[in-house]
């Protein structure tokens, strides 16, 4: 069976849950705390960081180690591979080169920018701090760092106004990966009540439709010790 | 014809002129100056960043706008798919999932972790606000950012030289996009004579084999106004 290393309150690890829920893959899910550093868990991605995928058929098919799929673009793409290309119409990339260059610009998007500009300020200050000051790390939120990870979290909305006016979905008419990177992407500071959702009523409508979808459950019943989430969190028409 | 939006010092866009010169795809090169920011170009990549390709085919296959692929890993699979593919033995892709999650994991650590750890200091600091200057931008060079990129470099130089000590090339047995990436990222930085080549004989040869590639050519031959390159730049016996 499939194994995720992931952390609860990780967007990029967010994504691949959702993968895996709307393709129906069973898998283990262990949690890692990523600042704890483990030797073994660097063995597996020397980069340090979650999602980390481990499964049988990637040391059976390569020569090299690690016998693991690390980061969340790269897994996406495993998952399109091995499991996606069979799925037919429930396939979560698109058909054609081009189409499919825009979906993955928009995944990078909110695998990279999005957390350059949002997460690094935003949820580094206001969740990471909190749970490594549980294992007396993190020292107190900054903050400077929390309003100019508002200020970005603005700009990074006012882009998704725009792209879902212009769009059906994220990616073009459909259901793609770029619509559950940023569901993932948001879903971190939704939890803390960071979204000013009634200033955003076309990207409220767009997230509500990719929260109420089965595979989005679980993320909706993760819950922190000593910071519980935003009263609107789990509610689906919020 | 392909247009390539691009600067000359940028890894990621030199990442993908090699690839159009391995693949031997005719291409006009159009040098972007991202700092100025400029409206044409922020249409074609809202993140503002090079390099981005403009292509009638993506137009044409697409229904969303922006008609550009941007971004140098997104531009990397456009090309594999649309060209690449169909290359036989001289496709820079491999051809199974788990050894292609390898590569796309190290095309990723190159782009991006390479691009905030070393880019993001050294060249920062050394060639952009050199040129942002010549616009009436930029600043003084900041030594401590000098200083920390030079540290996270030696790191980065680490981690090449084992992957380098324990494969062929760094994605497998066979050159591919991985090798192409980390080449573009290391050849700024040699740029301006920051790699340490003597401590690091391993790297330096299979720097050497990539470097006297043809597609490297054209890198070899980048020159900045008042920002000369180290003098055994374009050497490839160096």
Chains 1, 2 share one sequence.
Request: avoid cysteine; proline fraction near 6%.
């Amino acid at each position: 069976m499939i194994q995720l290393y992931h952390h609860p309150m990780s967007g990029a690890s967010r994504y691949i849950r959702l993968i895996l829920g709307e393709y129906g893959v069973p898998a283990e899910f262990i949690e890692e705390k990523t600042w704890l550093r483990r030797e073994e868990f660097l063995t597996l991605n020397p980069a340090g960081t979650v999602p980390v995928l481990v499964d049988d058929a990637v040391s059976k098919n390569r020569d090299t180690t690690p016998a693991a799929v690390a980061g969340a673009m790269v897994i996406g793409e495993y998952l399109d591979e091995t499991v996606g290309a069979m799925m037919r119409e429930k396939r979560l990339m698109p058909e054609n080169s081009a189409t499919r260059a825009e979906m993955r610009r928009l995944v990078e998007w909110f695998i990279h920018k999005f957390e350059a500009e949002v997460g690094r300020y935003l949820v580094q200050e206001r969740i990471w701090k909190h749970l490594m000051r549980g294992d007396g790390m993190g020292g107190a939120p900054d903050s400077a760092m929390i309003r100019a990870g508002r200020t970005n979290l603005k700009s990074h909305l006012r882009y998704l106004d725009w792209l879902v006016q212009s769009r059906n979905w994220l990616g073009g008419n459909r259901l793609s990966l770029s619509d559950l990177a940023a569901a993932a992407a948001l879903s971190v500071p939704d939890y803390l009540g960071e979204i000013p959702w009634d200033s955003e009523p076309a990207v409220r409508d767009w997230y509500a439709r990719v929260k109420s979808r089965p595979s989005f459950r679980p993320i909706l019943a993760d819950k922190l010790a000593g910071l519980p989430p935003a009263s609107h969190y789990v509610d689906l028409d919020f």
